[in-house]
């Protein structure tokens, strides 16, 4: 069975970065798509970035586009995200997903889940 699990959530203030990490162990996720999402207490979860399993394509929802950048380091099974100019809406449980197949939005589509890390974003 595979495991996911996310390393680097903190507390930062507004305008700071913070670069998260999801270990992948158990097996090979590199034919994988992998995405992070996002849950804000009392909210659903939501997409954030997703990349394929080349790394050569990403997908960002638009709040966070220009802000922050996914990558792959499929050598080392791990997948980052890159969150730079944070602002207190962005404080939430991050978590990191692997889809074989379907829909990078949908949280349902996902085959693993790590745990999840905790960011908090100060004004």
């Known amino acids: 069975q595979g495991q996911l699990v996310e390393s680097g959530g903190g507390l930062v203030q507004a305008g700071d970065s913070l670069r998260l990490s999801c270990a992948a162990s158990?097996?090979?996720?590199?034919?994988?798509?992998m995405s992070w999402f996002r849950q804000a207490p009392g909210k659903g979860r939501e997409f954030v970035a997703g990349?394929?399993?080349?790394?050569?394509?990403?997908y960002y929802v638009d709040s966070v586009k220009g802000r922050f950048t996914i990558s792959r380091d499929n050598a080392k099974n791990t997948v980052f995200l890159q969150m730079s100019s944070l602002k207190p809406e962005d404080t939430a449980v991050y978590y990191c997903?692997?889809?074989?197949?379907?829909?990078?939005?949908?949280?349902?589509?996902?085959?693993?889940w790590g745990q999840g890390t905790q960011v908090t974003v100060s004004s």
């Open positions: 997903a692997a889809l074989k197949r379907g829909v990078w939005t949908t949280p349902t589509s996902y085959d693993y």
């Open positions: 158990g097996r090979t996720f590199s034919t994988y798509s």
């Open positions: 990349i394929n399993w080349t790394g050569t394509s990403t």
